[in-house]
């Protein structure tokens, strides 16, 4: 029985890495997959991981229709087992429905990649959709952490180090921007934290020695 699987995460777990692992694993045993991405920040058609693999892949635009892309590929020739999806938080509720028809009524696995709330700790479109539709939702096993050093459970947008809390909702960035330089960055948090706003810069975390951040997270601070 084919699948549609969510694996979701904080930013910066490893879910683009993930991807392409499964990609690579399951072409190995002769099944055709189609990589799939929207706004990877290395750029157009191509998807990434930090830990330095890229790859070619389809950009998901609003006119994507995943149904008629499986479709229009088997019709050519092409195998079509399975298809990656990464930052699937940027697909359209409407797409995500597509990924479940070309489940059931195509036999198409589908791994879906992404992060589930936004800095505002609200769903995104594509993800709240996965959320209800998967047949699976997995939660990656490697943990960002926290500056605290506790499980980073939310993205939290910075400028300058700073977190803010307007803005657009998809605005495409990276962890660890440094704090002088003007991009938008992200950083990942605990929840605790990312209520209180405190991010590394503004906590001092940045500054602590290794022994001293030790005591702190004993202490709980
Ligand atoms: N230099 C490095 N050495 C080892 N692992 C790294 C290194 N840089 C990044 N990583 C790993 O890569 C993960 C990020 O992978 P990536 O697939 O880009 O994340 P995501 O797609 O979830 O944002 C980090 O959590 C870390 O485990
Ligand atoms: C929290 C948040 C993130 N984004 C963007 C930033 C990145 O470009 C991607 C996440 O990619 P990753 O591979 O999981 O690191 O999403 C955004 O647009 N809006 C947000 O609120």
């Not at 609200?122 to 506790?150: H, I, K, N, P, Y």
């Amino acid at each position: 029985m084919a699948e549609l699987v969510f694996f979701c995460g904080t930013m910066d777990c490893g879910k683009s890495t993930l991807a392409l692992q499964m990609h690579h694993n399951h072409t190995a045993r002769g099944r055709g997959g189609v990589l799939f991405t929207q706004n990877d920040r290395a750029g157009e058609h191509v998807l990434s991981s930090r830990l330095g693999l890229s790859v070619p892949a389809h950009e998901v635009t609003t006119g994507t229709d995943f149904w008629a892309e499986v479709v229009t590929r088997r019709s050519n020739g092409e195998r079509v087992d399975f298809l990656i999806c990464d930052e699937a938080q940027f697909y359209s509720a409407e797409q995500v429905e597509q990924l479940g028809a070309v489940v059931d009524d195509l036999a198409v696995d589908v791994f879906a990649f992404g992060i589930t709330t936004d800095f505002r700790t609200r769903l995104f479109a594509g993800s709240a959709r996965l959320l209800e539709l998967a047949d699976r939702v997995e939660t990656l096993q490697v943990q960002a952490l926290c500056w605290c050093g506790a499980r980073a459970t939310h993205n939290a947008r910075t400028e300058h180090g700073v977190m803010v809390v307007e803005g657009a909702q998809v605005v495409v960035g990276d962890v660890a921007v440094p704090a002088d330089e003007d991009a938008v960055g992200y950083e990942v948090l605990c929840r605790r934290h990312h209520r209180l706003r405190m991010t590394a810069r503004t906590s001092g975390a940045a500054a602590l020695s290794p022994q001293t951040l030790d005591q702190a997270l004993l202490a709980g601070d």
